[in-house]
């Protein structure tokens, strides 16, 4: 047989397949930041085709004993703008994160596609991937699965609220990251959280909070407002009702403690004490406490926020 006949009836040879992409990152080792943290940083939660990659930073108690209660940390800015490792300017830095270790908590604080990446659900779907990565890994990380709880700020607080309510909600979850876990948590704390955009006044979002090159990244002709921005650009009044957490209060909901400046400029009280009743109304534990005088982040209120903070890590004592 010549070499070409030999070549000719000799089987193809199979190459096996490569290992499929990543859906979410390993944890790496802890960096030591301080007596009484342990810090994972840039932990890559899921991996969303087509996006940034999803991180988070998860803040671990040194001086624990037994598996933690965790708290994930939810960041404001309209949806628009912020960050995980940023807390708003009345908070000292680190605070939540710190407070929450001295406690015995651990903390994720974790990042979330804005409004002009991906529509809602997209940011509740991230949220929620991000409790499934912890719970995957809890072993690893010394928490307990069963107990967890959610923390946000303005857009954090809306989140952690929905967080708080659509733990039973299949059709909520999502496909990203780690699979085969419940997102639910066990509390909520809340502050100054929108609970029904259709019942937002308008925001002079433009002139009052954003600078001309910020602006400069906002397609022509879309709404700055930040829910029809969450919404994909729309007013219609059944999606911003959609991706409003009074919408989804039942009688198993997580309890709640919400916190609310009662001089709030940009998201009233109101929001706070629409969702404080809808709750009442389905028989679910809650407390609103009203902070006087107290604008939105707790502006004018800077001489109280160390008690504020105080008062939610006691609540996460206490609940999980």
């Known amino acids: 047989m010549t070499p070409e006949t030999v070549a000719a009836t000799e089987a193809p040879r199979m190459m096996p397949a490569p290992p499929p992409f990543p859906a979410f990152g390993r944890l790496g080792a802890p960096e030591e930041v301080s007596e009484h943290s342990l810090v994972h940083r840039e932990v890559s939660y899921a991996i969303a085709v087509g996006f940034r990659r999803l991180a988070m930073d998860i803040w671990l108690p040194r001086a624990s004993a037994g598996p933690v209660p965790l708290v994930v940390w939810i960041h404001g800015g309209a949806f628009q703008l912020g960050d995980r490792r940023e807390l708003p300017p009345t908070f000292a830095p680190d605070s939540v994160f710190r407070l929450l270790n001295e406690a015995g908590i651990a903390c994720a604080t974790v990042d979330y596609r804005h409004a002009l990446e991906a529509p809602f659900p997209a940011q509740l779907h991230d949220i929620k991937a991000a ?190």
């Open 131 to 320: 409790v499934r990565y912890l719970r995957e890994h809890a072993g690893l990380l010394g928490i307990d699965p069963e107990r967890i709880g959610a923390w946000g700020e303005s857009a954090g607080g809306h989140l952690a609220a929905l967080l708080g309510l659509t733990g039973t909600r299949a059709d909520l979850e999502g496909g990203l990251g780690v699979q085969g876990h419940s997102s639910s948590v066990s509390a909520v704390v809340d502050f100054y959280g929108v609970s029904s955009l259709p019942d937002m006044p308008p925001m002079d979002t433009p002139a009052g909070l954003m600078s001309g090159a910020l602006m400069a990244a906002v397609p022509p002709g879309m709404s700055t407002e930040p829910g029809p921005m969450l919404v994909g650009g729309s007013a219609d009044p059944a999606l911003l009702a959609a991706a409003s957490p009074l919408g989804y209060v039942t009688a198993g909901s997580a309890p709640f403690l919400l916190i609310h400046g009662d001089s709030d400029g940009l998201v009233p009280l109101s929001q706070s004490e629409l969702l404080a009743g809808a709750l009442t109304e389905a028989g679910v534990r809650n407390e609103l406490i009203a902070i006087e005088g107290g604008d939105h982040c707790f502006f004018f209120a800077e001489d109280r926020v160390d008690g504020i903070l105080r008062t939610a890590v006691d609540y996460f004592a206490r609940e999980l």
